[in-house]
Nanobody, 127 residues
Framework: QVQLVDSGGGSVQTGGSLRLSCAAS????????MGWFRQVPGKEREGVAF?????????ADSVKGRFTISRGNAKNPLVLYLLMNSLKPEDSSMYYC???????????????????WGQGTQVTVSS
């Protein structure tokens, strides 16, 4: 069974940085997209950043220029990172990584398209 494990969340002040990690195990697809979503209680889950197996990245406008998505090396490509710089209070949320198979270049941004999810890691940014 595919398993995603999120980690790296925490509490920081405005302007601070965090790096989230997501380790995927037992995932054997060659074409896929991995992404980060976030959700606060009472709101819809929001796509934050995505990376395809072909290496293309996509960012939500709200995080563009501040967040960077990347993945592990050739030996371990199914480790996903999200470096979050210049954090703002509105970035506070539960962050989840997710994966969907069958994509090489462009990634879907709708959460319903994703098959497997991590358990989430909380990010809190104080002003």
């Amino acid at each position: 069974q595919v398993q995603l494990v999120d980690s790296g969340g925490g509490s920081v002040q405005t302007g601070g940085s965090l790096r989230l990690s997501c380790a995927a195990s037992r995932y054997t697809e060659s074409w896929y997209c991995m992404g980060w979503f976030r959700q606060v209680p009472g709101k819809e889950r929001e796509g934050v950043a995505f990376m395809s197996s072909g290496g293309r990245t996509f960012y939500a406008d709200s995080v563009k220029g501040r967040f960077t998505i990347s993945r592990g090396n050739a030996k371990n490509p199914l480790v996903l990172y999200l470096l979050m710089n210049s954090l703002k209070p509105e970035d506070s949320s539960m962050y989840y990584c997710a994966v969907v198979s069958g994509f090489w270049y462009s990634c879907p941004t709708e959460d319903v398209r994703y098959d497997y999810w991590g358990q989430g890691t909380q990010v809190t940014v104080s002003s």
